[in-house]
């Protein structure tokens, strides 16, 4: 006779980075606006995924920014390991928000 049971999952959460940059204008940015965030993201995709803290989940246009998102296990190794790419995308102001622990904690860094 085969029995079920019902075991409570595992307990675990999701951290994640979000990265919003201001574009030019009110809407999706210039071509050359966009396809710099596509290229960051290329470049924070193989970085994150050769590091193995997470994963470059994509992005969003719109309202005249470019919203980054990326998720993994420690928002602060994420963090780490997009940092550089992050600050070297030019447009300004841009921020990143840190979402830590299952409480989803945000914490603010400005680019």
């Known amino acids: 006779m085969d029995t079920l049971f019902d075991f409570p999952e595992p307990e675990t959460h999701e951290e ?5 940059y201001r574009l030019s204008d009110d809407q999706y940015g ?16 193989a970085a994150v995924e050769e590091a193995r803290v997470g994963e470059v989940d994509g992005n ?14 420690d ?3 994420l ?3 997009m940092e550089p790419t992050l600050r070297g995308v030019p447009f300004r102001p841009a921020h ?11 914490t ?4």
Do not use: P
């Not at 210039?30 to 995709?45: G, H, N, P, Q, Y």
């Not at 969003?60 to 296990?73: D, I, R, S, T």
């Not at 603010?108 to 680019?111: E, G, K, S, Y």
């Open 30 to 45: 210039s071509r050359a606006e966009r396809e710099t965030i596509f290229a960051a993201e290329r470049t924070m995709t």
């Open 75 to 77: 928002a602060e190794a």
């Open 79 to 81: 963090f780490k390991v």
């Open 108 to 111: 603010r860094v400005d680019l």
């Open 96 to 106: 990143v928000v840190l979402r830590q622990g299952s409480r989803e904690t945000e």
């Open 16 to 20: 994640a980075v979000i990265a919003r």
């Open 60 to 73: 969003e246009f719109g309202g005249g920014e470019a919203v980054l998102y990326a998720y993994g296990a």
